[in-house]
């Protein structure tokens, strides 16, 4: 959390909150945790909440830092002291700006080098690491670049240690170098001939035709992907998210254009580009005539000892946003490059070097950007006051004081600042879109939402749109009358409201009312806003267990009944309630239903049996939903007997659809809402209705039929979702396959009716009951709305037209969930149907009806308010990368249902490239066609969208079934924006880095196999699963104190848990894991990966940076490729 967590500023509301003190009771266990299913795919299994610390940067650091700081082992900077992954929402303080209560403004997006500024010296600690010759894919990079010829340059290099695994060479902090890897200018030797074509659907990334230069290049603006010449003596600007310039020698006599834009910040000349800013990878770079010193011997005077590095022919290395008066080159770096090599029609001969490969350090690095973020915006609150600012990342721990705008636990938008006409938006191809958390969970410091009462009246609303009262209605005539923000009409203050204006035009009560103060709270709902206008009772949980042969045989039947005992005491609660207002049900399955009747006032259990599936009915009504408190003897007796009663059986069909019927019937009787946590193992053939096949057909991948493996075999599930969601009958399902179960069919009531859905493939007690039980408990437990509906009303201009997530919808506007837990998302897309102005800017209002869990009507309301802007630029500079990929994810995981896959991928690349070429051809400073220049807070759009690509919906393995690609298109449909981020991109931490005496995290390291090393433990997570990798050189010592055995080979690759050991490495690193199970909303399943073993090659699926096996471009090809494909839309 920050470190300076000041106290809230209003003065508090009043009322005590019902129903937030944390659901989660303490004799639990604390937080449950979620569950990954086994499959061999790494127990796909579900969404995750809040983003634990790490890492720090591989790229380079923008943060100031002390240049005599030792570089960790692994190659990358930390300050000392400084906590690892910094808060620093895309932008604006990322610049080193003192934050100010100002909109923080985000950098230009991108700024031209002007000669004669002084640099801003940055003291930087740079770390470098030699990690072996590359892999031959990113070699392809150069191979495109034969068509800058660089001649003259030699290639003397110290011979890389063994592939991917040489010892990190460290070098001496020196405020010279950038501490991003794009000081390393390492040439490589020619590694052999360039590899097949990308399979990918992609073109091979040719960057030969690629990268010609075009005349008067530039040194591209900040945030470019430089792949283009420098000056002698200059190095490009490096940039900030490790876009490191050259490795190319600059030609000399290029002039350098003009800048193109000049905003600046406070605290900035208004010549330089911003400092930290730029994002190059620079191939022969521009270089500019300048005045200056001579490009002669280099020059002296830099700050800390030179670099202990090899020579390096031709580079001139410079500090970190330092693109002001030129410097000579540095010491142990060969003078500058001669002479310009020959640009323009026809190339001349070939160079006598081997062209050099596009060095990883030199792209834009996800650990940099998540680090820089940390490191400048961690230790502030996010306070919500200002129009349009754009959050710390996800990934960055952060407070959130909500002073009128909703925080961003609840709301993340593509872009906090929207073009005023629908012609931008169609020219800039940024989607407008924002993902809503209604029901998330707050941390401890911050204050859950303000519960108002208005009494018989009810909510203060516009009359014609219908909106809330909010912070953002205009109170007028002395406050008898407000003005709505979102469609202007003039409404009466109703005269029990009313209240003077002050001098400024506010009410005076302004801190006194949370919705109008606050951007986000709740109103307690009259009966007009019941069903039937009564109102609600308090809702219900029927358990539904199958007890088929396959069930009682793993063990499964037992281990549900024996955790019930005690799980059913956690039901929530609100408030400071005694007892949950949630009442229980039982019922069991196989091809026919038991019911149960546990009343209190019974001895024993009695069980009815309804062999009549087709008609399905419900034979009790007293005594089936039950207090749990006063029938607790008799439903443990129950859950006693079950495994018992089916010990024997011999029944191996299943029913499913009869199921879910029975639980609404049910639930309609009682006349209230609930959840059915159906538990069921296997396909449903036996007689009845909603009966399925085995439809599941390899042969249809890469076929226009393959979008029918993602479709349900039959309407019949979504009738069903249908009748559910209007009874407010919510399914939780839990599946425990060992074959097809078709997962796409089975999944779409749980879909539409807002319930979870979890996996566990060949499911076996000892290995997967800690997952499944902390995936149960925590699902029993959290904070549920039921019979909910949402809407999101937005100001003149725009409109919501498109919506993502697990809900059903009957009309144009109403999301309907049965039920809404705090872990869904839905994700709203906006179109523009009129003008927006600048001055006024955008408004959304998400409102929600719902019923809590003690059976009170709410709604709950979150507001946000966004800037406009009539210049592109300025929509670049608040962008939203992590908001933005989440979006995407959902719209291409929807698109595969109507289309095929490849015409899906084909889509999201071009859209991508769209983007950022719009972006290079209206923003950025004139330039040559050899650079690939990216927007700042967009310099990891290609390298997430690849991992998207490359995602198992997307792109599958041979080794992926056709259910766990169902599972994970329909979790991610969900997922909020944290989740969809360590998901697509896992983390990485060394083990070996931890300090058992301290809590802070090692930073992390890039998904890459090439950042391993074989003396090193690493921990890998993304959501739904842990690996644990062992390299094969791994000290003794280490593999005593972490699994108490002697030896590499002594360890068990089928452990499932750490050993609990005595020694303080044993208890950090189990600590460290707990602290990553808590932050996530299913339990992941830990993986011990020796290396070279079989699980390693599932391990390296999730290093996505590199090639994949089943055809992935590694990071380095996809950037070549986005390259090409913005390069031909520019043509």
Not at 386 to 408: C, E, H, I, M, Y
Not at 947 to 974: F, H, M, N, W
Request: glycine fraction near 8%; charge should be neutral.
């Amino acid at each position: 959390m920050s470190v300076n967590q000041s106290t809230h500023t209003g003065p508090p509301y009043g009322q005590p909150q019902p129903g937030y003190g944390g659901y989660l009771p303490p004799g639990y266990g604390g937080q449950p945790t979620p569950t990954v299913p086994t499959s061999q795919y790494g127990a796909y299994n579900g969404p995750v909440t809040g983003y634990p610390q790490t890492a720090p940067p591989q790229g380079s650091l923008r943060a100031p830092s002390t240049s005599g700081a030792p570089a960790s082992a692994s190659g990358t900077f930390v300050p000392p002291g400084q906590q690892a992954y910094s808060q620093f929402g895309q932008g604006d303080v990322r610049n080193g700006i003192p934050a100010s209560t100002a909109p923080l403004q985000r950098p230009p997006a991108s700024q031209q080098f002007m000669p004669g500024t002084t640099p801003t010296p940055v003291s930087q600690s740079a770390t470098f690491q030699s990690y072996g010759p590359p892999p031959t894919s990113t070699q392809q990079l150069t191979n495109h670049m034969g068509g800058m010829h660089i001649s003259g340059v030699s290639t003397s290099v110290p011979s890389p240690g063994v592939l991917g695994y040489g010892p990190p060479t460290s070098v001496p902090a020196s405020g010279s170098f950038t501490s991003s890897g794009s000081g390393q200018y390492v040439p490589y030797s020619n590694q052999g001939p360039p590899p097949p074509a990308v399979p990918h659907g992609l073109p091979p990334t040719t960057l030969s035709q690629g990268l010609p230069m075009a005349q008067p290049p530039s040194s591209g603006p900040p945030s470019a992907l430089n792949l283009s010449h420098q000056a002698p003596g200059f190095a490009p600007p490096p940039s900030s998210a490790g876009v490191g310039a050259s490795n190319y020698p600059p030609p000399a006599g290029v002039s350098r254009p003009p800048p193109m834009q000049s905003t600046s910040l406070p605290g900035q000349a208004a010549t330089g580009p911003l400092t930290s800013q730029p994002n190059h990878v620079t191939s022969p770079p521009p270089q500019p005539a300048m005045a200056g010193p001579p490009l002669g011997p280099p020059m002296a005077g830099l700050q800390g000892p030179p670099p202990s590095h090899p020579s390096q022919p031709g580079y001139a290395v410079q500090q970190n946003g330092s693109f002001g008066q030129h410097r000579g080159t540095q010491p142990n770096y060969g003078p500058a490059y001669p002479g310009p090599a020959n640009y323009g029609s026809q190339p001349g001969p070939p160079p006598p070097p081997p062209p050099k490969r596009l060095d990883p350090d030199s792209i834009p690095s996800p650990i940099q950007v998540i680090e820089d973020d940390r490191n400048n915006r961690g230790s502030e609150p996010f306070i919500t006051g200002v129009r349009g600012q754009v959050p710390p990342l996800v990934t960055t721990n952060f407070l959130v004081k909500d002073q009128g705008n909703a925080s961003p636990r609840y709301i993340r938008c593509t872009s906090y600042n929207i073009p005023c006409t629908s012609d931008m938006a169609k020219q800039s191809q940024v989607p407008l879109a924002a993902v809503i958390k209604p029901l998330a969970v707050l941390p401890a410091e911050e204050a859950p939402p303000y519960l108002v009462d208005h009494g018989e009246s009810g909510p203060i609303r516009c009359n014609r749109c219908k909106a809330y009262m909010c912070p953002f209605m205009q109170f007028i005539e002395g406050g008898r009358r407000f003005q709505c923000c979102f469609c202007n009409c003039v409404t009466e203050v109703p005269s029990q409201y009313f209240q003077h204006l002050d001098h400024t035009g506010r009410r005076v009560d302004y801190y006194d009312r949370p919705e109008l103060s606050l951007g986000s709270y709740e109103f307690l709902a009259t009966v007009d806003y019941c069903k039937n206008n009564k109102y609600p009772n308090p809702p219900a949980y029927i358990f539904m267990i199958d007890v088929s042969y396959n069930a009682i045989r793993s063990g499964l039947v037992r281990l549900i009944c024996e955790e019930l005992k005690t799980l059913l005491d956690y039901l929530p609660r609100e408030g400071n309630m005694e007892e949950s207002a949630i009442r229980v049900g039982f019922v069991t399955y196989n091809k026919v239903l038991h019911f149960y009747n546990v009343k209190s006032s019974l001895g024993q259990p009695q069980m009815m049996v309804v062999s009549d599936v087709a008609d399905m009915f419900v034979p009790l009504l007293d005594g089936f939903l039950v207090n749990v408190n006063e029938s607790r003897t008799v439903f443990t007796s129950l859950l006693d007997q079950i495994p018992e009663m089916f010990a024997d059986t011999r029944e191996t069909e299943t029913v499913f659809a009869p199921v879910i019927q029975a639980g609404m019937e049910a639930l309609k009787a009682a006349e209230c809402a609930g959840k059915l946590f159906i538990f069921h193992t296997s396909l449903p053939i036996a007689e009845a209705p909603g009966k399925l096949k085995n439809r599941d057909d390899k042969k249809l991948i890469n076929t226009d039929k393959e979008k029918t493996l993602f479709q349900p075999q039959t309407n019949f599930y979504n009738n069903l979702a249908k009748e559910c969601v209007t009874q407010g009958c919510c399914v939780d399902l839990f599946l425990f396959p060992n074959q097809y179960l078709d997962v796409a069919t089975l999944g779409v009531v749980p879909h539409q009716t807002g319930g979870s859905l979890y996996k566990y493939t060949f499911f076996q007690v000892e290995t997967d009951q800690e997952r499944f039980l902390n995936d149960l408990r925590r699902d029993v437990q959290k904070e549920v709305g039921f019979d909910a509906v949402m809407r999101v009303r937005t100001s003149t201009g725009i409109r919501a037209t498109d919506f993502f997530g697990a809900f059903y919808m009957s009309n144009t506007t109403d999301v309907e969930l049965a039920g809404l837990d705090c872990d869904k998302t839905i994700t709203v897309e906006f179109k523009h149907d009129d003008k927006l102005s600048e001055e006024s800017g955008a408004l959304l209002q998400c409102a929600i009806l719902y019923t809590s869990c003690a059976g009170q009507r709410r709604l709950r309301i979150h507001n946000l308010s966004l800037n406009c802007c009539t210049q592109l630029a300025d929509l670049y500079r608040n962008c939203e990368t992590d908001t933005l990929i989440n979006f995407l994810a959902k719209f291409a995981y929807r698109g595969v249902l109507n289309n095929p896959v490849k015409t899906v991928r084909d889509t999201l690349i071009n859209q991508c490239a769209q983007i950022l070429a719009c972006y290079r051809k209206n923003c950025a400073s004139p330039s040559s066609a050899g650079q690939l220049i990216l927007p700042e807070c967009m310099k990891l759009l290609p390298v997430y969208l690849n991992c998207v690509l490359k995602s198992d919906v997307l792109q599958p393995g041979a080794e992926v079934t056709t259910d766990d690609r169902s599972y994970i298109r329909q979790l991610i449909t969900s997922m909020d924006v944290a989740d969809t981020n360590v998901f697509f991109y896992p983390r990485l931490l060394p083990l070996t880095k931890i300090d058992p005496n301290s809590d802070s995290l090692p930073p992390a390291i890039r998904n890459s196999e090439e950042r391993l090393s074989k003396g090193d433990i690493y921990l890998l997570e993304n959501g739904l699963n842990i690996f644990l990798w062992v390299g094969a050189n791994v000290q003794q010592g280490l593999i005593q104190n972490l699994f108490g055995v002697a030896s590499f080979s002594q360890i068990s690759g089928s452990m499932c848990v750490l050993p609990v050991l005595d020694n303080p490495f044993s208890k950090r690193v189990r600590s460290v894991i707990d602290m990553f199970q808590s932050q996530r909303s299913r339990y992941m399943k830990l993986m011990i990966v020796k290396q070279e073993d079989k699980l390693d090659l599932l391990f390296k699926h999730f290093l996505v940076e590199d090639k994949s096996m089943n055809g992935g471009a590694s990071y380095v090809d996809f950037l070549c490729h986005m390259h090409k494909e913005i390069r031909q839309l520019l043509s």
